[in-house]
């Protein structure tokens, strides 16, 4: 999933210009060894409920209201360790401790800050893989701002989009919830001020680790008080998920990654549509709007030359109409990774393609890329510190369910 081209909307106008780049790293080794650990951790503290929280202080013998104070260390005061907890007696720290449990925080292994405010951080996990995850500050006209954090949902994707950083670093596992809900801390935490939306589009693909991103979205919701419409999950597309996403019925947005307008042209660019015909997306999709009365967005990345025509603008259009109303388009121009044979289309293409699915009434907008110049693709900063490609985590066979579940 492309991780800053999936972001915030701003007229083609504003296109960045060439930006200045400040670093800043904590302890960097040149080379991660990843160390083998269990990965369903259910003695983590971040992503658990107030009831939750407040059940586990009665089974240790507290009252509930010790439960209470969990929850407003962890998700108010964003306290990391235990022992930190310094409302709490230091008896129920230690029980806590000798109990297995911890917050469940990790550490910033490096972060990129760019001169129009975007900043990338890469996220050190328990068992040293990392994870990228962006913050997005946009302030209108008006004086509103808004600082939106894009999530990674997998380490690494095994779905190889070929436009995409991440899936030519391998992929490894499904995240658990913690580890998305610390990510949206983190952002917090580098700004100094409150997230207010939410984007599925990091690194990974969303529908393969429903159930971890179901709960994060909850504690998302609920703990960190972020609204549900403010938040959105992007899906390149796994077969049956839309629907079970929909049973959910979330007032969130759902975003398809789409990136062409008709089945032979999207299998060269995502391979794993092969398992996923283009008709029985849209039907889903369809069905998904009649379920929850949401509108739901597509995502096209503009590849120059591959997908950016007029032709393949009125195609889109015919395809939309066809499978009724309720959708939007968000065109994000390529953004460029390194080794990758695609291009950044010219402006004049983009607004040609703009005008053509306008003159189709199709509503449609272009997605400012930020960053540009900070390794800003998906993956790109986690490449520069994993020189080898991942592999499923042979210790977690889910993961290797995962990848099996799409065969391209």
């Known amino acids: 999933m492309a991780l800053l081209q999936h972001l915030c909307s701003a007229p083609l106008t504003r296109a960045i210009r060439s930006r200045s780049l400040t670093f800043s790293s904590r302890a960097m080794s040149t080379t991660l060894t990843p160390t083998r650990v269990g990965h369903v951790d259910s003695q983590v503290l971040l992503g658990m409920s107030e009831q939750e929280l407040q059940q586990l202080a009665l089974d240790?013998?507290?009252?509930?209201?010790?439960?209470?104070?969990?929850?407003?260390?962890?998700?108010?005061?964003?306290?990391?360790?235990?022992?930190?907890?310094?409302?709490?007696?230091?008896?129920?720290?230690?029980?806590?401790?000798?109990?297995?449990?911890?917050?469940?925080?990790?550490?910033?292994?490096?972060?990129?800050?760019?001169?129009?405010?975007?900043?990338k951080l890469l996220i050190k996990l328990a068992d040293n893989r990392?994870?990228?995850?962006?913050?997005?500050?946009?302030?209108?006209?008006?004086?509103?701002?808004?600082?939106?954090?894009?999530?990674s949902s997998q380490v690494g994707c095994p779905l190889r989009c070929s436009f995409c950083a991440t899936g030519k670093g391998g992929?490894?596992?499904?995240?658990?919830?913690?580890?998305i809900v610390e990510?949206?801390?983190?952002?917090?935490?580098?700004?100094?001020?409150?997230?207010?939306?939410?984007?599925?589009?990091?690194?990974?693909?969303?529908?393969?680790?429903?159930?971890?991103?179901?709960?994060?979205?909850?504690?998302?919701?609920?703990?960190?008080?972020?609204?549900?419409r403010m938040i959105t999950i992007s899906t390149v597309g796994v077969p049956n998920t839309i629907k079970?996403?929909?049973?959910?019925?979330?007032?969130?947005?759902?975003?398809?990654?789409?990136?062409?307008?008709?089945?032979?042209?999207?299998?060269?660019i995502v391979p794993s549509a092969k398992s996923y015909p283009l008709d029985a997306i849209m039907k889903d999709c369809k069905d998904y709007f009649l379920e929850t009365s949401r509108r739901v967005s597509f995502e096209y990345t503009l590849l120059a030359g591959v997908n950016d025509a007029v032709e393949h603008a009125k195609e889109l259009a015919e395809l939309i109409h066809e499978w009724g109303p309720g959708y939007h388009v968000n065109l994000i121009p390529f953004n460029p990774i390194e080794g990758s044979e695609y291009r950044r289309p010219y402006k004049k293409a983009v607004q040609a393609f703009v005008a053509a699915l306008e003159s189709h009434k199709v509503t449609v907008s272009v997605r400012q890329t930020r960053g540009l110049d900070a390794s800003a693709a998906c993956g790109q900063l986690r490449n520069e510190f994993q020189k080898s490609p991942l592999q499923p985590d042979t210790n977690n066979p889910q993961a290797q369910l995962d990848v099996a579940a799409i065969a391209c």
């Not at 992929?171 to 580890?179: D, I, V």
Request: charged share 25%; aromatic share 6%; proline share 2%.
């Open 60 to 119: 240790l013998g507290q009252q509930s209201f010790r439960g209470k104070q969990l929850h407003h260390l962890i998700y108010k005061r964003k306290v990391k360790e235990i022992q930190d907890f310094s409302q709490l007696p230091q008896a129920f720290r230690n029980e806590l401790q000798e109990g297995g449990w911890r917050v469940g925080r990790s550490s910033i292994h490096q972060s990129v800050t760019v001169a129009d405010g975007t900043v």
């Open 130 to 151: 990392l994870i990228e995850t962006v913050g997005i500050p946009v302030e209108d006209n008006k004086g509103s701002f808004r600082l939106t954090a894009c999530v």
């Open 171 to 179: 992929y490894s596992r499904n995240l658990q919830r913690h580890e």
């Open 183 to 228: 990510q949206v801390l983190a952002i917090e935490e580098v700004f100094k001020k409150r997230v207010t939306n939410v984007v599925f589009m990091g690194m990974g693909e969303p529908m393969l680790n429903l159930k971890s991103v179901i709960e994060a979205h909850r504690c998302l919701n609920k703990d960190v008080q972020i609204g549900q």
């Open 244 to 268: 079970k996403l929909a049973s959910y019925k979330l007032q969130s947005t759902l975003a398809i990654s789409l990136h062409a307008p008709n089945q032979k042209l999207r299998e060269t």
